[in-house]
Each structure stands twice: as structure tokens, then as C-alpha cells.
């Protein structure tokens, strides 16, 4: 037995305080009335009877008491042997199940030999200890409890299946500690894995495991060459097959230089074949040009080489690619300024993948125009708007179109206010040549879609721009004489953007400059409703689909497997918000917003690379959970190492509880003031 706070014990000596109450206090008697004393002798009184101790049972329960408290501040305590100085532990099988446990070993896979080694492990766990199961890969899957059970032990090992995902040590040790807190317990881990470097987190210290955590490291297989198909780059939408690229690149994993034929797929079909020479632990690709065979809608592609390794699952690599014709775009133009039509166009057409397909109109024709068809109306620089093209626009933009202005000299003079964005143009800003010569963007919104990419914006020499407020509008970018250049508001379901210059190069250099390309892109892209707020739809297994925003609760999202089977609930489609992709394959997506997309799911290439883990990085880890490590929670050694201090000062608050309960009844009963007789009345 010791204490924690030793010092707390002088306080016993307040045991002084209930012995002066009840011994040494002074003696006082009342006086009594009484009609005469002459006749009584004078004596002194004895004083031994004042001396004793009045009240015995109250004054043990105040010393109790006293003690006690003394006793629950020093705070002892006992030692009583923990779960290791009993013998205890629990034996934890970790069976790797990842992607690079398909990779054959002879006849086998090593997830195959994996669960054989874990049944060996088994055998030798004594009767009655308890033990469990668990399955690696990019979270950790308990197979079962901690039971001593050895038949539901071996069914919970035959259960687990492979998996597409890439393993995680750093799941697999934090894991690990917190089973290790919760039970107090010493760990007796068996990690069954091929111990794949790509496993280990990105710090050393995600590995730590607690004291008392005993790892035994069985190596499954052996490193061996592997090629795989790494990377696809593709578009997601083709809307001219013939611009269309496709770019794979071959690895070899610890291989040698070798020639693999890479293969084009679509739709089941076979479209193209080309060798590729793969250098010794390098890389190769293959450009496949044109994609006439893909037919409107979502096509399955996929990319493959001839299989010459022990790991065949990633020698395809799935991807997805919707054909669809180009977004039309209506670019209102009165002739005035016809260089801009031309600059407008050479920018939509530097994109590969030719999104946007521009026709220019005259205002006349425009207003009686069926809007609804295009995906973006331009206007350019307008002196003027024919009766109705007006409420088209406000309509068009209402019901959920977007428009984009530009705003120069001549819609100063003809125009009071911009059209549909509904701000007051107020006039001209003119750099001068006896002044500033020319104005700079000194304030961009680098967080908005359109603004996030135009990195050197700045650069940008205006002449002269139209001076229009913003009471109603967000500045997205402003001169340095304080004049907004690109203005933003949202018009019912559309958009407006607002330039208040021209795309003619007669006011600014903007069309001569390397910022006017993105520009004009990204804001198509935005304003259509695609370019950075749509998701990708090629992804690797373990990444998630978005499958709403915050605008879209309680509307049904939609996702089929690769099996075509439903897999959310009705509870999670109306409001989960993403999908985790957990197997290879293609999954059909309809979001809360009824956008449909086909999203290709390809393990992570990590899980290519089968190179394993150092033997001095294993025994740092291992290092980690002995006792005497120096990253050990542990102080003693021996006995001390057995055993672990116990506190009583619980039961002594419930003891003096008590106590002090008692001695308030006691007290109660003894010194209550007895009642005096009333006197009677005289008659």
C-alpha cells in the first residue's frame, strides 16, 4: 500500500479539535434558583468528572471522520497485477486483403496463402484465449469479436474476400491503439500481408502502437516484375471525334525493359492496338487519335496490355466518355466591331476537345430567336436593342440561362443600363496619354471559377473601360482606378458576367494577351454550367461521387454498381451526400440534381508497385509497442512492470459519506436541548 500525496497525512493531527471538544473544554454549569444556602456546608467540588470524555459514540465518529479526510487527500493505494502480469493478452490476425493480394503466387493468390498462414496462427492460440479477426485494406474490417470460439475464428478467416482498395498500416496501427485502451490488454498482433511499401503513411508516427502491442510480421509472397497500365488521360465529353486524344502510359514495377501491345476499347470492342516499349523500371505510353466509334451517349473504354505478370488485375484500366454534339453559343453582333467575333472564336477553338460552337446573329434576327436552344447568348458591345430581344434575354437568363456582356463605348452612348444585369452605366474611364496611359487590374476574386485560373490578369493593359455601378452585382475584378471590369449576378435560375470593355483589342490588349484563352474558356464553362463544378468522372476506388449540394436535400440521388444492383437505401438516397467507390468497374450516377453521369472506378496504381517494406522499418515499428521503447508509455520494470497502482480513495468518499451521515444523526439525538416544563398557572 502507499499514497499518492503523503503529506496530506499530517493532517490527522486536527484529531486534536473532537478531543478538546469533548474533554477539554471548559466547565460550565447554570445556575440553578434556589431560596436559601446558610445552611448548606461550603466544600470544593471534585473536578475529575468535568475530565471525562462525554458522549463516547460521537466523538469516535468526529475522530472517523477527521481521519478520513485526511486519509482521502494523502490518496492511497494498492498494487494489483494487470492484465500482462496475469498472463493475459489478446491475439489480434490482421489478413492483408488489398489489391496486391490478387497477385498469384504459383497456383495460389497471396490472399490465398494469406488465409492459410492466418488458419496456422490460429492453431497455435492456446484454448480459451481469446482472439480476433480483422481485414486490411483501405479501413479496417473487424471479421469478428474477441472471442475464444475456434471454429467461428476459422469461418471468419475463410469469409474475407479481396478487394479492389489499397492497403493502410496507418489504419491498421491506429486501429491498434484504440483497441489497446479500450481493453487494457496486451496485443498479440499477427500482420499477414505482402507488406507493401505504397502502405506505410506519409509520417513514420501514424505507426506507433501502445505499450504492451507485440507485432509479428508473416511475409506473403515475393517481389517479382510487374507491368500495369498507370495512367489514362482522356477526355470526359467528346463532341468532335476527331480531335479526340487518348494518352496511356505503361509501367514496369521492378521489371525489366520489355515491348507491351496496349489496347483501345470501346464498348466491348476492340478499336486500336500499338506496342509500346517500356524501359527497365521506366515508362512508356501510347497515343490513340480519333474516336469515331464512339456513339452518342456514355461509352465504356478501356485500356489494356498483354498480360505477362503475376498480378493480371491491372493490366486494364477502366474510364468513361460521353459523345455529345458542342454547346452552341449565340454571339449577338451589330457589325460595328468584327474583330471581336473573330477574337471570341480563335478562343473557343484553342481547346482540344471543341466544347462550344459559336453562331453569330444580328440584333433584329436574334430577338425573335428561339434562346432556349443555346447554352451561353453573347452580346457585343450593343449601341442598341430591337423591341423584344430585351424581355427574351430576361426571360431566357430567368429560366435559367447565361449571358454574357460586353460593355464599351458604344453601349454608353445608346444603352442607360446593362442589359438584364439592370445597373446604371454611368460613362467612360479613359486613360489618357498625358496620365496613366493605362489602366491595371489591382483587385481579382482568384476564389470564383472564372477568376481561379486567369493567374496573370494583371498584366492586362485597359484603355478605356465603361463605368458601371454595382448595387446589385459582385465585382469579380476591379481596376486600380477603382472601375469594376467583370461584374457577376444571378438573375433568377441564370447568370450574368459582365465586361466593361471590349473583345475587340481597340480598348485593351485583352485579346493579344495570354490571359484572353482562359478567360473566354473558363467563362463558357462556367456560365454552361461545366469546367470546374463538374466532377470527374474517372476515379479510383476508395474516392467518393458527390451526389448533392446543400440546395438539393431530401430529392433522390441514384447509383448502380458494376452489377447493375441498387446500392442506397431510400434513407440514404434522399440524403446522403456522396458515394464511396469501393470495387472496380462502371457505376451509373443520377445525382439530387438529375445529372447523369457514368463514373469508372480503376484501383489505386500504388498497389502496382510491389516492392516491399525495409527489414530496419519493420523493427523500428515493432520497437514501437515494447515496453521499454522509448516511445513506451511504461516506466517500471519487474514487479513494478506486473502491477499498477489501484485507488481507494473512492471507497473512502463513500465511507466518510458515511460517517458524516452518522454523526449528524448522533449529534442530533444528543445535543438537541431538551424541552423545559411550562410552569402552571396558579389558579
Known sequence: MGFFSPWFLAGVVAVGLPIWLHLLKRHKTDPQPFPSLMFFEHREQSSVQHRRLDYILLFILRTLMLVLLALLFANPFIRRLTPKGAGKKLVVVAVDRSFSMR?????????????????NVLSKVAPGQPAQIVALADTLQAMTQQTADPGELRGAVSAIKESDARASFGELARYLRTLSES?????????????????????????????????????????????????????????????????????????????????LLMNGKTISSKSVNVPENGR????????????????????????????????????????TDPKKVLFVDDGQRPKAQQYFRAALNASDD?????????????????????????????????????????????????????????????????????????????????????????DLDTGHDVMKSVDRFGNVKIYLAANVGATKSRVLARLNNGT???????????????????????????????????????????????????????LSVGEYVELRTGNEKGAQAE???????????????????????????????????????????????KESDLAVIPQETLDLWKATGSSGSPNGSGQGTGDEANTSPWSLSPF????????ALAESVVADRYLRPQAQPQETKAA
Open 103 to 119: 497477385t498469384k503466387e504459383g497456383t495460389s493468390t497471396r490472399l490465398d496463402q494469406a488465409k492459410t498462414e492466418a488458419l
Open 183 to 263: 481493453t487494457k490488454t496486451p496485443l498479440d498482433v499477427h500482420l499477414i500481408s505482402d507488406l507493401q511499401k505504397s502502405a506505410m503513411p506519409p509520417g513514420f508516427t501514424d505507426l506507433r502502437l501502445d505499450q504492451d502491442t507485440d507485432i509479428t510480421f508473416h511475409t506473403i509472397g515475393k517481389v517479382q516484375p510487374n507491368w500495369a497500365v498507370e495512367t489514362v488521360i482522356a477526355p470526359q465529353h467528346v463532341y468532335d471525334p476527331k480531335r479526340a486524344r487518348i494518352s496511356a502510359t505503361v509501367t514496369g514495377f521492378s521489371a525489366p525493359a520489355a515491348t507491351r501491345t496496349v489496347t
Open 284 to 323: 512508356g505510353s501510347a497515343e490513340f487519335t480519333g474516336l469515331d466509334a464512339a456513339s452518342y451517349g456514355f461509352n465504356r473504354c478501356e485500356i489494356r496490355i498483354d498480360s505477362a505478370d503475376g498480378l493480371p488485375a491491372d493490366d486494364r484500366y477502366a474510364f468513361s466518355v460521353e459523345r
Open 354 to 442: 471543341a466544347a462550344f460552337q459559336l453562331e453569330p446573329l444580328r440584333p433584329e434576327v436574334a430577338a425573335t430567336a428561339d434562346l432556349s436552344k443555346y447554352a451561353v447568348v453573347v452580346l457585343n458591345d450593343l449601341s442598341s436593342l430591337p423591341a423584344g430581344l430585351e424581355q427574351s434575354l430576361q426571360n431566357y437568363v430567368s429560366a435559367g440561362g447565361s449571358l454574357l456582356e460586353s460593355i464599351g463605348p458604344a453601349s454608353v452612348v445608346g444603352l442607360p443600363r446593362a442589359p438584364v444585369l439592370d445597373e446604371t452605366i454611368e460613362g467612360t474611364r479613359y486613360a489618357s496619354r498625358e496620365g496613366e496611359r493605362f489602366f491595371s487590374v489591382s
Open 484 to 538: 469594376p471590369l467583370v461584374l457577376e449576378r444571378k438573375v433568377g435560375e441564370g447568370k450574368v458576367l459582365a465586361f466593361t470593355s471590349t473583345f475587340d483589342g481597340a480598348n485593351n490588349d485583352m485579346p493579344l494577351h495570354y490571359s484572353w484563352v482562359p478567360f473566354v474558356q473558363k467563362s463558357m464553362y462556367y456560365l454552361s454550367g461545366g469546367g470546374s463544378t463538374e466532377q470527374p468522372t474517372n
Open 559 to 605: 447509383v448502380q454498381d458494376p452489377d447493375g444492383q441498387r446500392v442506397l437505401s431510400l434513407e440514404e438516397s434522399a440524403q446522403a451526400r456522396n458515394f464511396a467507390l469501393t470495387r472496380e468497374g462502371f457505376y451509373e450516377v443520377r445525382t439530387a440534381g438529375g445529372k447523369r453521369s457514368l463514373v469508372a472506378a480503376h484501383a489505386n496504381r
Open 652 to 659: 473512502i468518499l463513500l465511507l466518510l459519506l458515511g460517517v
